[in-house]
């Protein structure tokens, strides 16, 4: 969600002053709830009056009049002021020096230490009416985001919940066997946009499909390998792990170890043991998005 939509949806502006590449803005809305789920900068809300719940990445942020809260607007969130009445100033940052994962949905008190400084600011460059020259504007920018990032350097004492995509690929290592898997199944058992499970994956230069895939020939391999399994035939090793035809296995195999699924078997299933064969160097490629 961007600044503009950020300021858009609360309801009644109060003011906005652009700092650079910083965006201040102060809102009074009513109660109301509002999710996002796409391209956004980072904002730094600074509860003045009313509440504020913060839902995003796993966590639950509740601020109270005088309390900071941080929200990346370029993942999936939900918000709700809760009280009748509320105004928050919000600072629309670009960036967020350090590491703002571990710091979204999480509440800092701005009433005194570098909250207070923080929030000390972020007011008074709300209230000035001054007209900067363009290079001021940049460098109360620069302030604004030198300040945050020392705040959001002081790391949460609480437990950082396990990062989301572990638990994606956990699940979808479980569901290896079901050759309907999709994308979209994926996305709704971790309640999040099928959107932003792709995002997951491209931070990681992967593709989710091409992931599964390589996962799934990975077992493949290693069941061929497998002295123990050599009465089950090829194609059903290929189905047991998602590839319920036959040509689609033996080419999607060959592609990625340069070998056909029998012939891998015939040199594979005669050396002096399952552990050999399954120590093979080769490797599924993992294809990059």
Known sequence: MDAETWTRELGKPGSTRELGAVRLSAVRCPALSLTGDGGGPYHLALL?????????????????????????????????????????????????PGAPAQCVARTFNGRDGLGGLVAGLLTGLTRDTTPYRPDEERRLGSAVLELTGALLDLRPSEP??????????????????????????????????????????????????????????????????????????????????????????????????????????VRSVPTNSARAANDSPLAAQQTHG
């Open 48 to 96: 003045l009056a009313g509440e504020l719940v913060v839902d995003q990445e796993g966590r639950t942020a509740r601020a109270g009049r005088g309390d900071l809260v941080l929200l990346d607007g370029g993942r999936p969130f939900r918000l709700a002021f809760t009280a009748p009445r509320n105004t928050v100033v919000t600072a629309h940052l670009p960036v967020v």
């Open 160 to 265: 950082v919940p396990e990062p989301l995509l572990p638990r994606i690929q956990a699940y979808v290592l479980q569901h290896l066997g079901d050759g309907r898997l999709t994308p979209d199944d994926v996305a709704a058992a971790h309640h999040i946009s099928t959107r932003y499970l792709h995002r997951l994956f491209q931070r990681q230069g992967l593709t989710v499909a091409a992931w599964i895939k390589a996962q799934r020939l990975e077992r493949c391999r290693r069941d061929l390998a497998d002295q123990r399994l050599a009465h089950l035939p090829v194609c059903a090793i290929g189905a047991r792990w998602g590839f319920p035809q036959p040509a689609d296995f033996s080419r999607a195999f060959r592609t990625a170890y340069g070998i056909a699924p029998t012939a891998f078997r």
